[in-house]
């Protein structure tokens, strides 16, 4: 399995230009302030975040709202079994995903669709399978409240960790008031 790992990440620095990190994983990146941050650092993107996850956490079942390259989704890989599902609006960024996923061997399912537009498809709905996250990642430009509200059955099925992005205290709030419902507690706050 080690080998299989060194092996595609060596091939996929090579082959499709992608940053080997320091973790030993290896990243394809955009040329956006994303991208240049992780080119710099030869770390993930919010490196302290993504160590805090695993080392608390240790995700196993990983469903990443808005997955942009897949940092996250790599990022937070390391147990035996990882599988991620990835929402993604951009066909782009999908296909980009696909390739940072499987370079780094991870399971994964990626669906390219827009949850921040859309009213009818939300986690509840799109979950067909029954996959039952440990941690469910939200990024949604201010919209994580309307994430969460289709989220429902899957949070109150198997309670998993959350780690939202808010733009600003109002979009705190609105969250909090969700998850004050389903009996969550706000553990760590991150800027």
Do not use: W
């Amino acid at each position: 399995e080690l080998e299989n790992k060194i092996n595609s990440t060596c091939e996929a620095v090579k082959k499709d230009e992608a940053i080997k990190l320091r973790s030993g994983s290896s990243i394809v990146t955009l040329n956006d302030k994303i991208g240049n941050i992780i080119n710099k650092t030869k770390m993930f993107h919010e490196e302290e975040l993504i160590s805090y996850i695993k080392r608390n956490f240790a995700p196993q079942k990983v469903i990443d709202v808005n997955s942009n390259i897949g940092n996250y989704a790599v990022g937070f890989s390391g147990k035996n079994g990882y599988k991620v599902h990835c929402y993604e609006a951009s066909k782009d960024l999908c296909e980009l995903i696909k390739k940072n996923l499987l370079n780094n061997n991870i399971d994964n399912e990626i669906i390219n669709i827009d949850l921040l537009n859309s009213k009818k498809n939300s986690l509840d709905n799109l979950n067909k399978e029954g996959f039952l996250p440990d941690l469910i990642k939200i990024f949604a430009n201010g919209l994580e409240h309307e994430i969460l509200i289709g989220a429902r059955d899957i949070i109150k099925k198997n309670f998993p960790t959350l780690v939202i992005e808010h733009q600003n205290y109002e979009n705190y709030l609105k969250c909090k008031n969700i998850l004050d419902g389903y009996n969550y507690k706000v553990i760590k706050v991150m800027c």
